[in-house]
């Protein structure tokens, strides 16, 4: 029984001389085995901790004695297993968490007096060089045949780079690198992201360019990625559209979605806030959302979609006078900001309130509305705008919604007193 995890051996005495320990562990190997008594010439179960500088290690009786475990933050990869003699206590963090639990267990088995022959344990012995070296941050494999098929991935990882290796699905065994930050898996047949991948708590850059995505999963985007992902790459890949609750990934700096078959972009994209590079050249966008001028960005890049040329005469009307009792519940929802869900009202309802437009008023409309489209420089969005087309403009059709017709004969109005001037 091995387990690999930074270490810290603290003598409870040093306090009382006036002395403390060095505050922070180093790498080593623990293992739990039989050692040979040369006085009783009996086995006995003992603990070896063995570091880069000690490799032929420390040992230490568990029979009877363990004062305490001390596994409060155990799923955070922590423990600490206090001695009676020598009076020790061994502070282990950064190991693997069903590792560590499994170490533990059979520390307790060693201490409860199980018997050496009981235990499927082999003989202590100094531990290799390789076992104790720095656990191993950042891992990139571009070769399918340097892909690892029967050993983990080194649990430690941080970043993660697998491309080139025809993956058709992401390996469940990525899932459990519970430190990684950066996973890019682009150049692969990937179809679908498994919505598991939230596990994934410290996850801030995810890089899926090039691979055969079709849907983005609405559950991702509902998950603790919310608050972590800034840096997600989606570009050339098949997708005709976002989920709806895309825009909740609010810490997003860095999108591109390049080269798939994007429609539209999502209702919401106003809500991403720290958003400043947006990349989506070469899509079949027609026209953007209306809340597309609530962004702040520093590099917007449109080209090559086929943007229609708007005309804010040409409209679609869907009032219904007088309004429904359900537009009117449903605005006072939107407008006030009230709590809803699933849980209160009808899943079909909840989505209709996710997709709700904003008409220039400020106030909200579901069902009922009128909309438009104008032309609007994308320099009001952004500081660098990558050319629209070949004809060097920089403006694009973008949607207007009215809850009214008084709020829309005002916008109208306010039109032709431009084109006079």
Known sequence: MKLQCDVEVLNRMLPSFGMKGRGRGIRGVLSIGKHLDKTSQRNNICLLICTAKDRAGSKYKLKENIENFFTRFVEEGKATVRLKEPAVDICLSKADVNSLKKFLSAARLAHRGSDACNLPLSTLAPVRARDVEKPKRKLTIVSKKDYPLTCNFPYSLEQLQVSYCKLSRVDMRMLSLKLLCRLDLSHNHIKILPTSISVLGCLAELILHNNHLETFPDLVCLSGLQGTLQHLDLSQNRLQALPPHFCQLRELVNLKLDDNKLLRLPFHIGQLSKLRFLSAAHNQLAILPSDFRNLSLENLDLFGNPFTQPNPFDHTIQLKFPL??????????????????????????????????????????????????????????????????????????????????????????????????
């Open 324 to 421: 429904s009792l359900l537009e009117i519940a449903s605005r006072t929802v939107v407008n006030l900001r009230i709590p809803y869900g699933p849980q209160a009202i009808p899943f079909h309802l909840c989505h209709e309130l996710d997709a709700a437009m904003i008409c220039d008023c400020g106030w909200a409309c579901v069902r009922s509305f009128i909309q438009t489209a104008v032309s609007m420089n994308l320099h009001l969005v952004s500081h660098t705008v990558v050319l629209v087309d070949d004809m060097g403009g920089t403006e694009a059709p973008i949607q207007h919604h009215f809850c009214s017709l008084t709020c829309y004969c005002l916008f109208l109005d306010s039109c032709v007193q431009r084109r006079i001037r």
